[in-house]
């Protein structure tokens, strides 16, 4: 391991904590990881860690929508040639693409996307930490650059551990709350072609509030990007639906996909709504870090018990519950139990 390397694997983890943005984490993140893997572009996506459907996203100088579109028809296909879930489960975590390698001369992600993009070269994280998929992070070099070498894929593997842990430092060090929406609940309908076939006002209000944070308006090109991932999930499971905990600006937000009817075969539709108090307790398992035991306390705290009934519930003293209701306060980051109630009910 390079003196680098190793700075980069001690820095990484504090890097999420100290980002204020989505779009602030991936370019902390890509100039950290830059000291011993140089880039020229990424593409780092938080997963929801129940379904591993995207959760949260930041692109710069990566794909085009059309290649999201090529990248999601490819994913889990045999000419793939790094599926995320080799790479979660299999001996290392990185995985490089590159048009000099003669395998991978056939593969559709050269042809149809990265020529497209003017890439020649592009590298695979899978990002898991405490046992569990935080996300992915792929990194790009533009054609002409030399290819990302064996050497720097090890550099990288030593660097996904902390990467996924920067990402759960960045979701963890932000409230706990259900995202505030007013109004109904956005909708939109994904045509088998994956376009847009309608679309209420509501859905692209509430991406440009809560996801883009008041960025450009949201076109059809831009709103289906916003959509690719959960739409092409949802196509891939056994049920046909999908959803995902969306980490937004503002708060947790749900997202979710589901087949139309026969008479509109095909079509997906997609529905973005605030998060329920009940949707987001293995939320906070899985990215505040709370033991199962604070997991009961909040799940009954949720419900409006008093610490009284909750130690009688669970059989433990009322201090070890008030010990335990302190812990969630803190990891939450709420000030005590109606701020708590007030995050869960938006």
């Given at each position: 391991?390079?003196?680098?390397?190793?700075?980069?694997?001690?820095?990484?983890?504090?890097?999420?904590?100290?980002?204020?943005?989505?779009?602030?984490?991936?370019?902390?993140?890509?100039?950290?990881?830059?000291?011993?893997?140089?880039?020229?572009?990424?593409?780092?996506?938080?997963?929801?860690?129940?379904?591993?459907?995207?959760?949260?996203?930041?692109?710069?100088?990566?794909?085009?929508?059309?290649?999201?579109?090529?990248?999601?028809?490819?994913?889990?296909?045999?000419?793939?040639?790094?599926?995320?879930?080799?790479?979660?489960?299999?001996?290392?975590?990185?995985?490089?693409?590159?048009?000099?390698?003669?395998?991978?001369?056939?593969?559709?992600?050269?042809?149809?996307?990265?020529?497209?993009?003017?890439?020649?070269?592009?590298?695979?994280?899978?990002?898991?930490?405490?046992?569990?998929?935080?996300?992915?992070?792929?990194?790009?070099?533009?054609?002409?650059?030399?290819?990302?070498?064996?050497?720097?894929?090890?550099?990288?593997?030593?660097?996904?551990?902390?990467?996924?842990?920067?990402?759960?430092?960045?979701?963890?060090?932000?409230?706990?709350?259900?995202?505030?929406f007013t109004g109904p609940p956005g909708v939109a309908i994904v045509g088998e072609d994956d376009t847009i076939r309608a679309a209420t006002p509501a859905i692209?209000?509430?991406?440009?509030?809560?996801?883009?944070?008041?960025?450009?308006?949201?076109?059809?090109?831009?709103?289906?990007?916003?959509?690719?991932?959960?739409?092409?999930?949802?196509r891939r499971s056994a049920e046909g639906t999908a959803a995902t905990r969306l980490f937004t600006s503002r708060g947790w937000a749900l997202l979710h996909a589901?087949?139309?009817?026969?008479?509109?075969?095909?079509?997906?539709?997609?529905?973005?709504?605030?998060?329920?108090?009940?949707?987001?307790?293995?939320?906070?398992?899985?990215?505040?870090?709370?033991?199962?035991?604070?997991?009961?306390?909040?799940?009954?705290?949720?419900?409006?018990?008093?610490?009284?009934?909750?130690?009688?519930?669970?059989?433990?003293?009322?201090?070890?519950?008030?010990?335990?209701?302190?812990?969630?306060?803190?990891?939450?980051?709420?000030?005590?139990?109606?701020?708590?109630?007030?995050?869960?009910?938006?």
């Amino acid at each position: 391991m390079t003196v680098q390397t190793e700075r980069s694997r001690l820095a990484i983890p504090s890097v999420g904590a100290q980002a204020v943005t989505v779009e602030g984490l991936g370019e902390a993140l890509s100039a950290e990881i830059g000291r011993c893997v140089p880039h020229d572009g990424y593409w780092l996506v938080g997963a929801d860690p129940l379904t591993l459907a995207a959760s949260f996203q930041t692109m710069r100088n990566g794909i085009s929508a059309e290649g999201q579109r090529t990248l999601e028809r490819e994913f889990g296909q045999p000419e793939e040639a790094f599926p995320f879930p080799e790479l979660i489960f299999g001996p290392t975590p990185v995985g490089v693409l590159s048009r000099s390698a003669h395998e991978h001369r056939r593969s559709a992600r050269l042809h149809e996307v990265m020529r497209e993009a003017g890439l020649g070269s592009e590298m695979r994280l899978a990002l898991v930490h405490g046992g569990r998929v935080r996300g992915g992070l792929v990194l790009f070099r533009r054609r002409g650059a030399r290819p990302f070498s064996e050497p720097e894929a090890e550099a990288a593997a030593r660097l996904a551990g902390p990467l996924a842990a920067a990402l759960q430092g960045f979701v963890a060090s932000k409230p706990l709350r259900v995202a505030p929406f007013t109004g109904p609940p956005g909708v939109a309908i994904v045509g088998e072609d994956d376009t847009i076939r309608a679309a209420t006002p509501a859905i692209r209000s509430l991406l440009r509030e809560h996801v883009l944070a008041g960025g450009p308006v949201i076109d059809d090109e831009a709103l289906f990007s916003a959509l690719c991932n959960i739409t092409h999930t949802a196509r891939r499971s056994a049920e046909g639906t999908a959803a995902t905990r969306l980490f937004t600006s503002r708060g947790w937000a749900l997202l979710h996909a589901q087949p139309m009817d026969d008479l509109a075969r095909g079509d997906t539709v997609v529905t973005l709504q605030p998060a329920s108090g009940a949707t987001l307790l293995p939320v906070a398992v899985e990215w505040y870090g709370l033991t199962s035991r604070e997991h009961d306390v909040l799940r009954h705290l949720a419900q409006g018990l008093p610490a009284k009934n909750i130690a009688r519930t669970l059989g433990l003293s009322t201090h070890t519950v008030n010990s335990h209701m302190q812990a969630v306060y803190r990891k939450v980051g709420v000030a005590g139990r109606e701020d708590l109630m007030a995050a869960l009910v938006g």
